[in-house]
């Protein structure tokens, strides 16, 4: 079965401290690595997705990794407005469609001013 | 219309009853998924269609939870004989395309069975 695990469960940065948060998977077949920002009483808001391994995506401040282990969510010089949840998901591979999200629990980001 | 829209955005019920939960998608939205969240977790996994088929049922707890797309667009997340324990936010999300690709979610429906 899937474990997608994430840490910290919640960190908290000054405004301009930069930190990276981590998502480690175990997957059989990964079919895309997603990360979301969720907002209190909001759904989760889509940010990226990466397929392989070394493959690395921009915006704004954050920046999000892969390796075949692991995914990191690298956020530079943070503003209070980026403080939320960063949940990672995989895509399970199941007949070609990863159709299926596994999610973890979610970082509690805060940034103090 | 702009988002994905579900209604009732609160439900509370009683113990025993049922309830409808109801997903309206993207205008277009091939994909379809029911998600379950509670607090201070991650979305949970519980259907998913492909236009009108369910492709994939298995994260439905038990057999009290049903799920339907009749056409292809507006859904509808079926909880007989509700528990307590079935108290949550219940999540629907879409996407374009088949894979899952971008999904966006809703505002969810907040159920409390008392």
């Known amino acids: 079965e899937d474990q997608v695990t994430q840490s910290p469960e919640a960190l908290r940065l000054q405004e301009g401290e930069s930190s990276s948060l981590n998502c480690s998977y175990t997957v059989s077949g990964l079919r895309g690595l997603f990360w979301y920002r969720q907002d209190p009483g909001k759904g989760p808001e889509f940010l990226f997705t990466l397929y392989s391994a070394g493959e690395e995506k921009e915006k704004e401040r954050l920046k999000a990794t892969l390796t075949k282990k692991e995914s990191f969510l690298h956020i530079t010089a943070p503003k209070p407005e980026d403080s939320a949840t960063y949940l990672c998901a995989v895509g399970e591979d199941s007949g070609g469609s990863n159709y299926k999200l596994t999610f973890g629990k979610g970082t509690l980001l805060t940034v103090n001013p | 219309g702009a988002g994905v829209s579900q209604s009732p955005r609160y439900k509370v019920t009683k113990r025993g009853q049922d309830v409808a939960l109801r997903c309206d998608p993207i205008?277009?939205?091939?994909?379809l998924y029911w998600y379950r969240q509670a607090l201070g977790q991650g979305p949970e996994f519980l259907t998913y269609f492909n236009y009108e088929a369910q492709q994939d049922k298995s994260g439905l707890p038990n057999d009290r939870f049903s799920a339907e797309r009749p056409e292809g667009s507006i859904s509808t997340l079926t909880i007989q004989r509700t528990e307590q324990r079935d108290s949550a936010m219940y999540r629907c999300?879409?996407?374009?395309?088949?894979?899952?690709?971008?999904?966006?979610f809703g505002q969810g429906t907040r159920l409390t069975v008392v």
């Open positions: 205008s277009g939205h091939v994909s």
């Open positions: 999300a879409s996407s374009l395309e088949r894979d899952v690709g971008e999904a966006f």
